[in-house]
């Protein structure tokens, strides 16, 4: 067997990466939740004990979760005066909730996702699904932070208006279903940009439905958002103005059928704004760093939660517009158009 060391080293180096990365999430993670991010943000350099005063913590573990992270290159250390600092660059990603490139919640996603690795291992020799409430909570917080920042950045600026005619609608008072709504992120973006409408959020989850409640009543907004426990395929309501669907098409069991319930669910002149995850439509499309993110959580979550439910169609994060156009014509839509798209997301315009 010839072996060429040159790509044998590339490799090693690259599965060093990855054990590093991996390693990194998690430190990550203790990082945001202890606050040492936000304590470093714009605060200049820093030693270890000046930053363990700032945030109450034990400075030898602080000492060592600097010098890993200086490692990771998330952090800059200057040997001359043994200080950190954080890059304001970096603060956009790590310290920020509020930035449109906040990162945070994928660590505590995948970090949380990778508890269920003995699940989803004995799923493999099985074949059978692994639903999404059998995931350690963390995951739906996660997941929600993930998302939350593209949503709050384009959501109401960009794909709303992309839809033709729903915009109007919205401000002078419409009908909505947020269908899969998790804990409300999205819904509540929407009514808070259109005080007009009326919204409800569906989603099968509980746990999540009672967070959404919760932040509703919080902002004081109840009176007009409110939400529900239902599944896709069995959500109330009639002749509502426009059904979305944030990122949770792949996760279904039957999107031809939940597909065709929303379609009854509409207005004749209703639009079901569908966004998923961004992908093309074959494999070597999706070889790239959002596709490798993509593909493996959709390993760890999005198909087993699908193989876990009737049909089991197992759709998979990386479907992409064919398989999507290919679903909503199965269920009678007759219109389906892209209407937006970021580098994270793919929004079609669905009319019956």
């Not at 690259?14 to 040492?36: C, E, N």
């Not at 950190?84 to 994928?106: F, I, N, R, T």
């Amino acid at each position: 067997m010839a072996i060429d060391k040159d790509k044998l080293k590339r490799f090693v180096d690259r599965a060093l990466d990855d054990i590093g990365a991996l390693l990194t999430s998690g430190l990550v993670v203790i990082g945001d939740k202890l606050g040492l991010y936000k304590a470093m943000a714009h605060a200049g350099p820093l030693t270890s004990l000046e930053l363990a005063e700032r945030t109450g913590t034990a400075e030898r573990y602080v000492r060592e979760w600097l010098a890993a992270q200086a490692a990771a290159g998330y952090l800059s250390y200057d040997p001359e005066t043994g200080r950190y600092v954080l890059p304001d660059e970096h603060a956009l990603v790590l310290a920020d909730d509020g930035s449109p490139v906040c990162m945070l919640g994928g660590y505590v996603a995948m970090t949380a996702a990778l508890r269920a690795e003995p699940t989803i291992t004995e799923a493999f020799r099985t074949g059978e699904g692994v639903p999404w409430h059998r995931h350690d909570p963390a995951l739906f917080e996660g997941v929600e932070r993930f998302f939350l920042p593209g949503y709050a950045t384009h959501l109401v600026r960009a794909w709303i208006p992309a839809l033709d005619g729903v915009e109007a609608k919205l401000r002078a008072g419409a009908r909505v279903a947020d269908v899969g709504c998790g804990r409300g992120a999205s819904t509540l973006i929407m009514a808070n940009a259109y005080p007009s409408s009326t919204f409800v959020g569906f989603d099968y989850h509980p746990a999540s439905i009672e967070a959404a409640r919760r932040r509703a009543a919080e902002r004081g907004i109840a009176d007009r958002c409110r939400f529900e426990v239902a599944s896709a395929k069995e959500f109330p309501g009639q002749n509502y103005d426009l059904v979305a669907c944030f990122d949770c098409l792949h996760d279904m069991g039957d999107p031809v059928g939940a597909a065709a319930h929303v379609r009854g669910a509409l207005d004749p002149d209703g639009v079901w704004m569908l966004v998923e995850p961004f992908a093309g439509d074959h494999v070597e499309d999706n070889l790239t760093p959002v596709g490798r993110v993509y593909y493996s959580a959709s390993t760890l979550v999005c198909t087993p939660a699908s193989l876990s439910q009737e049909v089991g169609a197992g759709l998979g994060a990386q479907a992409g517009e064919a398989r999507l156009r290919a679903i909503v014509g199965a269920a009678g839509f007759t219109r389906c158009r892209r209407a937006a798209e970021t580098p994270f997301h793919l929004v079609l315009e669905v009319r019956p």
